[in-house]
């Protein structure tokens, strides 16, 4: 069970489950993506109760945004908690920008498209190269201070970069790259999180499909990232996974986003999801309650990651 009530020190509720929106109206990242596709994962979402939605500028380039503005009605948006981010600049975005009047208009941008009076919480998505941290926080407090903003986080920052961030104690919560099959935060971030009382939400936390158990041993070519050692050692681990699924009736998906859920030191998994059925899929995981033992052998299946 999750330790965080809010994120970090600001009033905005802890979701220990979300929804991951990059492929709702995320064009520019994936190939054949249709709008009545994302428009039917958000209703969906909101259907099942699943009261926080992680969103960028950068899928889609605002699409994203607006479809998540355009479906979410009134009484919804109350209970919904929703996340953006911004760095990248729309004249190029490949040009990352954190100075305080950048992140100041992206904030007004994102508020027009999500049609809300309020962003629940705005990282910075990337670091820019010249930009002093506690500078583009600060002025993100101000926004804070405005009700423009929630909660202040930061996303694929380095430990430096998140301790000049937070050199003034405003930081709420960092995102970044986070699965059992790609656990360095626990040694690079977390102790420092810990401490500070900064809550963490890991992306990627299926590893883009490969734990939901939907892939075989034949299938390591397409995951280059890993040695084939590597990729044995991970179906061996969902071996495990599958195995304590099926005392749930649950599936592998489902039984990786419980292990998570579970994780003292992560508010919220935010899975994403292709369509309807994977959403309706993953809400589930809300169901298994794993045990200690459960937890630890998961734990343990993937130690070497
Ligand atoms: N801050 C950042 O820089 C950053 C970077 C990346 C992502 N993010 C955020 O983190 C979220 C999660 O990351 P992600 O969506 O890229 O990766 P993910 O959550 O690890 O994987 C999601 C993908 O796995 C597949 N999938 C999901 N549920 C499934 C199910 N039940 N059965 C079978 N396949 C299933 C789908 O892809 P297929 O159908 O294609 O297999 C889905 O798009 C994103 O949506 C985004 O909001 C943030």
């Known amino acids: 069970m999750t330790e965080n009530k809010y ?57 994203s945004e607006e479809i998540i503005g355009e479906t979410v009605g009134k009484k919804d948006r109350r209970k919904l908690v929703i996340a953006t981010k911004a760095a990248q600049t729309p004249a190029d975005p490949h040009v990352i920008d954190n100075s305080p009047a950048f992140l100041k208009q992206a904030v007004a941008d994102a508020l027009e498209r999500l049609q809300t009076k309020t962003i629940d919480i705005f990282y910075i998505h990337f670091p820019d190269q010249k930009t002093p941290k506690n500078q583009a926080v600060a002025a993100l407090d101000e926004l804070r201070q405005e009700g423009k903003v929630g909660a202040i986080g930061v996303s694929n920052f380095s ?46 936390p299926l590893a883009s499909g490969l734990l939901t158990g939907k892939y ?27 195995g304590i699924a ?43 309650q794993l045990s200690d033992d459960e937890y630890q052998q998961i734990d343990q299946a993937f130690s070497a990651f």
Request: proline content about 4%.
């Open 216 to 242: 075989n041993r034949e299938d390591g070519a397409k995951f280059s990232q890993f040695s084939a050692a590597q990729f044995s050692q991970i179906m061996d681990g969902i071996d495990v996974v599958r």
């Open 159 to 204: 430990l430096a970069q998140i301790r000049e961030a937070n050199l003034n104690g405003m930081l709420d919560v960092v995102e970044d790259n986070y699965s059992l099959v790609h656990r360095d935060a626990e040694r690079t971030l977390f102790p420092y999180l810990r401490e500070q009382g900064i809550s963490f939400v890991p992306y990627f």
């Open 7 to 63: 994120y970090g020190h600001s009033l905005v509720p802890v979701q220990p489950l979300g929804l991951g929106t990059n492929k709702v109206g995320g064009h520019n990242l994936f190939p054949n993506l249709k709008d009545e596709d994302g428009v039917a994962v958000i209703k969906a979402a909101i259907a099942n109760d699943l009261d926080m939605l992680d969103t960028a500028y950068m899928y889609g380039l605002g699409r």
């Open 246 to 288: 099926k005392q749930h009736d649950a599936t592998v998906a489902q039984t990786v986003l419980a292990w998570y859920i579970a994780n003292p030191d992560i508010a919220t998994v935010i899975p994403g999801a292709r369509n309807v059925q994977q959403l309706e899929q993953n809400v589930k995981a809300r169901d298994v």
